[in-house]
């Protein structure tokens, strides 16, 4: 019998463990097996007197492309007709980053309207004072 606890990975509800293995471990998950969504990594241990102990690490996986949308957000309550503007883009791996539809176009938003106007009446009405002043 061992004096080191055994550890047991397993992938959401699975009930065969991806890795049986002695503490202490270093571990790589390969998310790109699995598919994209919500998911649960589940570690269990048993020490040399046959004790368990159990964590569970919910995780997303997104390795498919992203998906950006602008004009509703989620769970809107909506009516009517919505334009919406969707981009999807991948990001290729980890050695290269694809620029080429990365970036996703958005309108601008009302807070930044709201400083470009109250900057250019400041900036028209001391242009206004001066030329007062100057004549």
Do not use: C
Request: charged content about 25%; overall charge negative; cysteine-free.
């Amino acid at each position: 019998m061992s004096d080191k606890s055994t550890i047991f990975i397993f992938i959401d509800e699975d009930t065969r463990p991806i890795v049986e293995v002695q503490s202490p471990v270093s571990f790589e998950l390969d998310t790109r097996k699995l598919p994209d969504g919500e998911h649960v990594l589940k570690i269990v241990s048993k020490d040399p007197s046959g004790k368990e102990g159990i964590r569970k690490i919910p995780f997303v996986v997104r390795n498919g492309p992203a998906i950006a949308i602008e004009g509703m957000k989620e769970n809107a309550v909506v009516d009517g007709v919505l334009p919406l503007m969707i981009n999807a883009y991948g990001k290729g791996d980890q050695k290269s980053f694809l620029i080429d539809g990365s970036e996703t176009p958005q309108s601008i938003p009302w807070w930044v309207w709201t400083l470009i106007i109250g900057f250019a009446g400041w900036a028209l009405f001391y242009l206004v004072r001066y030329f007062s002043i100057v004549q």
